[in-house]
């Protein structure tokens, strides 16, 4: 939860300051969308997961106001994940193929742009190699 806040922008002290981080965490996220921005988390591993953090996030992407849902996310997971009803409904399952670097900076983009971002890549040229290098050790 921390990390998310900080990701989207709430400021250490905010964070300390507040007995309720998750409503900190439900008033930015709609804040960026009245901005028009999309907030996006990307979950590698996502089968690692505890299960009390996977009820967690599937709860947040839940919330939703006038302008649609406040979150979105890319959870990449090597089995199936048993989330809520009403996430369920909003999953896209892909297969993929072993990508090479050049493929992967494509992929990422292109899967941020189907859950609503817009804009140049977020990642620089050293994170992708850090995901790819990643992907495989993990792969």
Do not use: M
């Not at 599937?58 to 919330?63: D, S």
């Not at 989330?83 to 990508?99: D, E, I, K, M, W």
Request: hydrophobic content about 45%.
């Amino acid at each position: 939860l921390g990390q998310c806040l900080v990701g989207f922008g709430v400021s250490e002290d905010d964070i300390r300051a507040t007995d309720d981080p998750l409503a900190v965490l439900k008033v930015r996220l709609a804040q960026l969308r009245r901005l028009n921005i999309t907030p996006v988390i990307l979950i590698d591993n996502a089968e690692l997961l505890s299960e009390d953090l996977k009820r967690d996030i599937a709860t947040w992407l839940e919330w939703r106001e006038e302008r649609g849902f406040l979150l979105q996310a890319i959870l990449a997971s090597t089995t199936p994940l048993a989330l809520s009803t009403t996430v369920q409904t909003r999953l896209q399952t892909v297969t993929l193929p072993a990508l090479s670097e050049i493929e992967l900076s494509a992929y990422l983009i292109h899967r941020l742009n189907c859950v609503g971002y817009r804009g140049e890549s977020p990642f620089l040229e050293k994170d992708i190699k850090r995901i790819f290098q990643q992907s495989l050790i993990n792969g």
